[in-house]
């Protein structure tokens, strides 16, 4: 019988785990966009855990599907360009919570 690897927070299976599910709907997160050098416009994402939910991961897939460069530091996640309503439906379809969504 093979053992199937057990997830080091809730204890279940890896294939049952909602740890991931249930970090994503606690998050309050705020979309802004900030004027930087040369009047270059960057979307910013803030308020999303890097304990529960992986910065590294999250930035690659907002990039591919906005189709833009950007990097994920300080605990915020940068995009170049103006991003706002294309990384709120990209959040929404990763599984964050419409509601906890702020756009400002």
Do not use: N, W
Request: net charge positive.
């Amino acid at each position: 019988m093979i053992m199937s690897e057990i997830c080091q927070v809730c204890g279940l299976p890896l294939e049952l785990c909602m740890c991931g599910e249930i970090a994503k709907e606690q998050q309050k997160v705020v979309i802004y966009t900030l004027r930087r050098r040369f009047g270059k416009l960057m979307t910013i994402i803030e308020g999303i855990d890097q304990k529960d939910i992986d910065h590294k991961t999250l930035t690659k897939k907002l990039k591919e599907q906005c189709a833009c460069g950007g990097t994920a530091k300080d605990g915020k996640i940068e995009l170049q360009g103006e991003q706002r309503e294309k990384v709120k439906k990209a959040l929404i379809a990763s599984g964050f919570s419409e509601s906890s969504i702020e756009v400002k």
